[in-house]
């Protein structure tokens, strides 16, 4: 199983991005995916996760601001709105295995640089 993630850039404050993820070799779990950061200096955070039934959480610095969606089985986007320069970080996908939860699959991470 692969996860690509694509779509990050360079973009000025108040700007907007949106990030893909997409699987090979699997679908999205339904059980658990979602969307980490890691800035420089600190430690991979959640920013945004898909749950069961649908149900999304967003880390409190980015809600209503940040946007997750699974477009299909075997792609998933993160809508970024209103960007900070505090939201620059690589940006990883990931989600649980369909056959083992306990496993995790990682994508390779995008670059998001937000400008002042």
């Known amino acids: 199983v692969q996860l690509q993630a694509s779509g990050g850039g360079l973009v000025q404050a108040g700007g907007f991005l949106r990030l893909s993820c997409a699987v090979s070799g699997s679908t999205f779990s339904t059980y658990f995916t979602g969307w980490y950061r890691q800035a420089p200096g600190k430690q991979r955070e959640l920013v945004a996760a898909?749950?069961?039934?649908?149900?999304t959480n967003y880390a409190d610095s980015v809600k209503g601001r940040f946007t997750i969606s699974r477009d299909n089985g075997f792609m998933v986007s993160l809508l970024m709105n209103s960007l900070k320069p505090e939201d620059t970080a690589v940006y990883y996908c990931?989600?649980?295995?369909?056959?083992?939860?306990?496993?995790?699959?990682w994508g390779q991470g995008t670059l998001v640089t937000v400008s002042s």
């Open positions: 898909l749950n069961s039934g649908g149900i």
């Open positions: 990931n989600t649980k295995s369909i056959w083992d939860r306990r496993i995790d699959y």
